[in-house]
């Protein structure tokens, strides 16, 4: 790739999907609550509109695509439900446990940026404590006051409060500001894809095999020179990037 950036600084992680298996996990809580109104089961081309978008409008888009007779409010409501027994089943997908020690080994930054509400968040985690304490305090959820109101992904917001929790701890060490240019961006969903983008950071593009279905080529067309595609965060070269 010509536009491969030469001087990675920090990594910042979509966490869905892109590091956590939870995908499947909404997947199959999705499909349960749609039978509750004889609909679904929750399809990738569905899917694919959903993911990494915040709850709210996540919300809106399922109520439409299957016409289901409740607000958006009851609809959060029984899928809090129907997920929360789900939480503790929650692991790490291939590669990611591993990278993320490798670069905190290697005192490379790193940051977590994800749409789940703080409350999903500790849900998904609370047993998981090994790989999201190497985030220390750089983790951003989506109801995170210090992103907009409406300015979730695919708006870049969230890697700018990332990379600004990462700059002001450097700053308290003496340590030069890092610029959105010299981080990598991990995603999985083309709404982080694209928000990873207008942020100006390369994005490390990890699709569910079910998307690449559903896109048939059409994600070489969303990536282009902003970032490249890989099938799993154990394939991920470091060495391509001088990590």
């Known amino acids: 790739m010509s536009n491969v950036p030469a001087n990675i600084r920090a990594c910042l992680f979509d966490m869905d999907g892109t590091i956590l298996n939870t995908e499947d996990i909404y997947t199959e809580a999705s499909s349960e609550l749609l039978a509750k109104y004889g609909k679904g089961p929750m399809t990738w081309d569905v899917k694919i509109k959903l993911q990494g978008r915040p709850g709210p409008e996540a919300t809106k888009i399922m109520i439409q ?36 020690k490798y670069l905190k080994e290697n005192e490379i930054p790193i940051a977590l940026g994800t749409s789940s509400n703080s409350i999903n968040y500790q849900r998904k985690t609370q047993h998981l404590k090994e ?49 959105i240019e010299e981080c990598l961006i991990f995603e999985d969903g083309i709404p982080g894809v694209i928000s990873g ?34 099938s799993s965060l154990h394939h991920f070269d470091k060495t391509k990037f001088s990590l």
Do not use: M
């Open 65 to 100: 695509e299957y016409d289901l007779p409740i607000t958006p409010q009851e609809f959060i409501a029984e899928s809090i439900k129907v997920q929360e027994n789900k939480w503790a089943r929650t692991k790490f997908l291939p590669g990611a446990l591993e990278l993320l």
């Open 131 to 179: 790989g999201f304490e190497l985030f220390g305090d750089h983790i951003v959820t989506g109801d995170d006051e210090r992103i907009p109101p409406g300015k979730g992904k695919p708006n870049p917001h969230i890697w700018f409060t990332c990379l600004d929790s990462l700059n002001t701890e450097r700053q308290l060490k003496g340590l030069d500001s890092i610029k």
């Open 197 to 230: 983008q207008n942020a100006n950071a390369y994005v490390i593009w990890i699709p569910d095999p079910n998307a690449l279905e559903i896109l048939a080529g059409k994600e070489h067309e969303i990536i282009g020179d902003k970032g490249e595609i890989i």
